[in-house]
């Protein structure tokens, strides 16, 4: 789910429980050819080993210490799922702009939200908001049966494009409205959202097998939202944890997106 073009969904983290929403202009992207795209992702391995290192365990932030978590972040080539003019940028502890008034979330972000699913091989995981499609490569490193659903339609076809082009074949990718989930391929394992929303959209809890989690920022626009860690109990009940207070633009539905 995205906002229009003056605005971007990512979240920057800032300190401990502080996290700042930042504004990017758009830019457009030019995915590499798949041998140039291996070369690339080998020539800044160095550089995602020092963003595992100085960034996922830095000072006063929660810790990333899941190992598929940190395998994933130290495999997906970032920098391929930037514009190329912003790719010197790709591995810098900040969040990055990908066209559409969008940004690639900072790593540390990624990462949180990643490990805080729990999320084990074979399991299905739906994200809401594909982005530049690093994310579903993140979670596609973790486990095949990986959905994504995009709002605006450039950021659908381009992320598609690139996800495809690196080999994530397995990643299932569509164009709508998130609030809604995707009621095809459900129920869900685990679910993870890249906006605020007021509440947890009851789509997408019913769409979750009981024990899944669902990773959701909660609140409004002009206040400190809450990032959840939502699980539902074996009684179809739900419970909740507070990981971080951060901000985060919210949910845009598909009657006033930017398509």
Request: proline letters at 8%; a positive charge.
């Amino acid at each position: 789910m995205r906002p229009g073009p003056a605005l971007v969904r990512t979240a920057l983290f800032l300190g401990v429980g502080a996290i700042l929403v930042i504004a990017l202009p758009a830019s457009c992207m030019s995915p590499s050819s798949p041998d140039a795209s291996k070369q690339a992702a080998q020539d800044r391995l160095h550089e995602r080993e020092q963003m595992v290192r100085t960034q996922l365990r830095g000072l006063g932030r929660t810790p990333i210490t899941d190992k598929a978590v940190l395998d994933a972040m130290l495999k997906v080539p970032r920098h391929l799922f930037i514009p190329e003019a912003m790719r010197y940028a790709a591995y810098a502890d900040s969040p990055v702009q990908i066209g559409s008034g969008q940004t690639i979330s900072q790593p540390y972000i990624v990462a949180l939200m990643t490990q805080s699913l729990n999320l084990k091989p074979g399991m299905k995981v739906l994200e809401i908001g594909t982005g530049s499609g690093y994310q579903a490569a993140i979670l596609a490193e973790i486990t095949p049966h990986t959905y994504s659903i995009e709002i605006i339609r450039p950021l659908y076809e381009r992320a598609k494009a690139t996800l495809q082009e690196l080999g994530y074949t397995q990643v299932g990718v569509r164009h709508g409205d998130g609030y809604y989930g995707w009621p095809e391929h459900a129920p869900f394992d685990r679910i993870i959202v890249t906006c605020a929303a007021l509440h947890v959209p009851p789509p997408l809890l019913e769409q979750l097998t009981l024990e899944g989690k669902i990773v959701i920022p909660v609140g409004g626009r002009f206040e400190t939202q809450r990032l959840l860690l939502v699980t539902k109990t074996k009684d179809g009940g739900r419970t909740s944890q507070t990981l971080e207070l951060v901000r985060f633009v919210p949910m845009i539905r598909e009657s006033s997106s930017d398509k």
